[in-house]
């Protein structure tokens, strides 16, 4: 440890308090904020607080008639379920809170800044010792005894202060760095969404021959591109499960949405395959999720991953004579596609299409040297774009 620095117990730092008992009965549609674990756990990450509770401003007025009610520079720390989340209470701000769900850490100032043990506190060494020390027959929970043991690594006062105003600078940074991120997708995403735009209405390459009247057609084609159903471009049906004793398995939390991939097959007995796992896949495959099909959960079926057992809850899109697959890959994640399947959602908690919805849609389908032509390009400007991204961050 650096010289000046010392281990000292939690207690010897801060007054461990929690609160007067406070009823269900006591709760009001409006008045003084009343904070539950869950709801202290969502202010230390900045969300904002749904359903809120109230008690009335004469019963606040009651419950901290001593000053017990938390004060500027307070910690407050989840002590129930979701433990030690960390809210340090700004100036100004009146609530009160759950007793034994929350407790409140009084810093005494003149030997610990409350930003550097809020710092502290939120590390893995801290975290490690509110798992280990924890106690409860059903749900974890910290008890102010146990909170009180928990050893700290103290610096100097003033280097606390040090430390905690450059750990807010890098957190500013930090904010900075996902906001820039946040932008970056936002402009990558509309220049995919266009390309795609421009490649499916046949707009993105230079065409030798003259385009169809729109007629009753979802928009105008080339006149050698044509309107299918996708009964008749998607080809056969998946083949059933092999007899392997182990099984790669997606589901739709396999695939990452943001770049439209398989990334985590999980790997399992096929004794122990969900009921969902129903059909193998193979190279050349597109999966598209029929449950919230505008999540964009797609994927194409690289060699790597034939073999594979996908869950039902895919539309499985095979090649076919009038169809490649990485067309079909990009074909499947046209705004037309999406936004127009996306209208067909059927259900409340978890709204979904069907095999048959996806197979009598209507998809624009070019000659298969055009595809050839469409995926050449496509797959340059999606790999630059996914480079950018990569190189940015």
Not at 58 to 72: F, H, K, N, V
Not at 284 to 307: C, H, M, Q, T, W
Not at 328 to 333: F, I, R
């Amino acid at each position: 440890m650096p010289e000046g620095w010392a281990w000292c117990r939690l207690s010897s730092l801060v007054a461990i308090g929690s609160a007067k008992r406070v009823l269900q009965k006591d709760w009001r549609p409006s008045g003084i904020p009343f904070y539950r674990a869950r709801e202290v756990a969502r202010l230390a990450a900045q969300e904002e607080i749904e359903q809120p509770l109230f008690i009335s401003e004469e019963q606040y007025a009651r419950l901290t008639i001593d000053d017990s009610g938390p004060q500027a520079g307070d910690l407050m720390v989840s002590a129930v379920g979701t433990l030690g989340k960390i809210y340090l209470v700004p100036e100004g701000q009146r609530f009160y809170y759950k007793d034994a769900s929350v407790i409140r850490l009084s810093a005494w100032q003149k030997r610990v800044s409350s930003e550097y043990l809020k710092i502290y506190l939120e590390s893995d060494y801290a975290r490690c010792q509110m798992i280990q020390h924890s106690q409860g027959s059903t749900v974890d929970t910290i008890s102010i005894s146990a909170a009180g043991r928990y050893l700290i690594a103290l610096p100097p006062l003033r280097e606390q202060r040090a430390i905690a105003a450059r750990y807010a600078e890098i957190l500013i940074r930090i904010q900075e760095l996902e906001q820039a991120k946040k932008r970056l997708l936002q402009a990558t995403n509309k220049i995919k969404v266009r390309l795609l735009d421009l490649a499916m209405t046949g707009n993105l390459l230079p065409q030798e021959v003259k385009r169809q009247q729109q007629g009753n057609w979802p928009f105008s084609l080339p006149e050698d591109w044509n309107w299918y159903r996708g009964s008749r471009c998607f080809g056969k049906k998946a083949k059933k499960n092999s007899s392997s004793p182990t099984i790669r398995y997606i589901d739709i939390d396999a695939i990452d949405n943001q770049v439209c991939q398989v990334t985590l097959p999980k790997k399992m007995p096929a004794t122990q395959a969900p009921k969902r796992a129903r059909h193998t896949v193979q190279e050349g495959n597109v999966l598209f999720s029929l449950v919230r099909p505008y999540l964009k959960n797609i994927a194409y079926i690289s060699a790597d991953l034939e073999g594979c057992v996908a869950s039902n809850a895919f539309f499985i899109c095979h090649p076919s004579s009038v169809l490649l697959g990485r067309y079909a890959y990009y074909l499947m994640q046209s705004s037309y596609v999406v936004s127009g399947l996306n209208q067909l959602m059927r259900g409340d908690s978890s709204p979904a299409i069907n095999q048959a919805d996806v197979e009598a849609w209507l998809y624009p389908i070019p000659p298969i040297s055009e595809q050839q032509r469409l995926v050449q390009i496509l797959d340059q400007n999606f790999d630059q774009i996914e480079k950018l991204e990569k190189n940015f961050f």
